[in-house]
């Protein structure tokens, strides 16, 4: 089965814990992006990688951090830094630039207590 | 990118066509408008895109204006499975990087029996 997957579904931490969510593609895709959903609001983008070993960041990414060692994986890690870390996380992969369709995974609920 | 007003909500009776408006009325020649929608708490999923021509797919039909200001995504036979947030996006494919996507608020389309 084809697809991007996202572990795990819910995730509690403590305040001041960083804490990595996974992300893996198995569509051959170069592009992947993580996106941050707040309650009954759209998607921000926080980074996105063009292709292994290099990444941007997006309109967010403060208190954010993400590596890109293998085509099929991108991992993000939220900080002790980011202020309001509480929200729904979704990653996306693409085959940009032949195709820009992007394919999103089931997303992480992320709850800091 | 080109910024999208969508009407925040709408409801359509199942089995009866759903008419999703969005008006981009600063859209220029080279952007593209996409349609993604998002079933609650599940990550969005790609419907259809366009560039002038109307466009049809196993999903929806979109139907762009000749001046380009406006379009409507219509999903022929509503089902309450179709009930979600819809997404209009515009962007363009040549000078938008690595293909990242800015989602607004969408349109929440409530699906009734």
């Known amino acids: 089965d084809g697809g991007i997957t996202q572990s795990p579904k819910y995730l509690f931490r403590k305040e001041g814990q960083n804490v990595t969510l996974s992300c893996e593609q198995n569509l051959n895709h170069d592009a992947m992006y993580w996106y941050r959903q707040d309650p009954g609001q759209g998607l921000r983008l926080i980074y996105y990688s063009q292709i292994v070993n290099d990444f941007q960041k997006g309109d967010i990414a403060e208190g954010y951090s993400v590596s890109r060692e293998k085509k099929e994986s991108f991992p993000l890690t939220v900080t002790s830094a980011q202020k309001n870390p509480t929200a729904f996380y979704l990653c996306?992969?693409?085959?940009?630039?032949?195709?820009?369709?992007?394919?999103f995974g089931p997303g992480t609920r992320l709850t800091v207590l | 990118d080109a910024k999208t007003t969508q009407p925040p909500s709408m409801d359509c009776a199942e089995g009866r066509a759903a008419n999703l408006p969005c008006n981009h009325s600063?859209?220029?020649?080279?952007?593209?408008v996409y349609w993604y929608r998002q079933i609650h708490s599940q990550g969005p999923q790609y419907i259809i895109h366009g560039l002038k021509n109307n466009e049809t797919n196993e999903m929806a039909s979109l139907i762009i204006t000749e001046d380009r200001k406006s379009s409507t995504l219509i999903l022929p036979h509503a089902t309450l499975r179709d009930t979600a947030v819809y997404y209009c996006?515009?962007?363009?494919?040549?000078?938008?990087?690595?293909?990242?996507?800015?989602f607004g608020q969408g349109t929440e389309l409530s699906v009734k029996p």
């Open positions: 600063t859209i220029s020649g080279n952007e593209y």
């Open positions: 996006i515009v962007r363009s494919r040549i000078y938008n990087q690595g293909g990242k996507l800015i």
């Open positions: 996306a992969s693409s085959g940009w630039p032949t195709s820009d369709t992007q394919y």
